[in-house]
């Protein structure tokens, strides 16, 4: 079955300091993936899809089909990008997205 | 382009009663709109998929009976939350989809029934 695992609940680092947001999934067949967003008190909002292979706001992210992991990072850390990020895949239906329990990201200065 | 508000965003009920919320997409035409509930400080989990003109189709342990959805236009879609507890309180979210995966979400809306 179709799921979507981020281990962190919180992640805490300093401004300047590199990111990586794990997420690791279950997928019959070829996945597509996303990272979303939610800064404090905004909608969510779709932050980067592995198909398009953009960077936004200097993330990037990984599709490893060997460790079913999409792991989102950034190399410097600013204290804008702290949020709650979501891991996403589509459901097996293909009809809808199933959500990661999302972690807190805290950046401090 | 490509927002989707939703309204109201916070209503209280009393427990017994019926709240409707309404989800647009202002810009665009959504082919399908999604439902979420969202706990505090946990995840968001998918309530139903609604596609215009045809019935909603709901996850497993969602009541329909009880949240009853309709999609009536490729802009609008209403849930309407039937004789409300206070463990239906939570916040709902809407998004739209134009196309396959691209989803835009709603703000949300706070239900308290007390």
């Known amino acids: 079955a179709q799921r979507v695992t981020q281990p962190e609940k919180l992640l805490s680092v300093f401004k300047g300091a590199p990111v990586e947001l794990k997420c690791n999934y279950s997928?019959?067949?070829?996945?597509?993936l996303f990272w979303y967003v939610q800064y404090s008190r905004q909608r969510l909002q779709l932050l980067l899809r592995h198909i398009s292979r953009e960077s936004i706001k200097g993330f990037t992210a990984d599709l490893n089909k060997g460790e079913t992991s999409f792991h989102l990072k950034k190399p410097f850390a600013q204290e804008e990008d702290s949020a709650m990020y979501y891991c996403?895949?589509?459901?097996?239906?293909?009809?809808?997205?199933?959500f990661g329990k999302g972690t807190t990201l805290s950046v401090s200065s | 382009g490509a927002v989707v508000s939703q309204h109201p965003s916070w209503v209280i009920c009393k427990s017994g009663t019926s709240v409707k919320i309404e989800c647009r997409s202002l810009d665009f035409q959504a082919t399908t709109m999604f439902w979420y509930r969202q706990f505090p400080k946990q995840s968001l989990m998918l309530m139903a998929t609604?596609?215009?003109?045809?019935?909603?189709?709901?996850e497993q342990g969602v009541e329909k009976d009880k949240f009853l959805i309709n999609h009536a236009s490729l802009t609008l879609s209403t849930l309407t939350v039937t004789s409300a507890h206070p463990e239906d309180s939570s916040f709902y979210i809407c998004s739209a989809s134009p196309i396959s995966y691209e989803q835009y979400f709603g703000p949300g809306t706070r239900l308290t029934v007390t």
């Open positions: 997928y019959s067949g070829s996945p597509e």
């Open positions: 996403a895949l589509p459901n097996q239906a293909g009809t809808a997205l199933i």
């Open positions: 609604s596609n215009e003109g045809s019935k909603a189709t709901y």
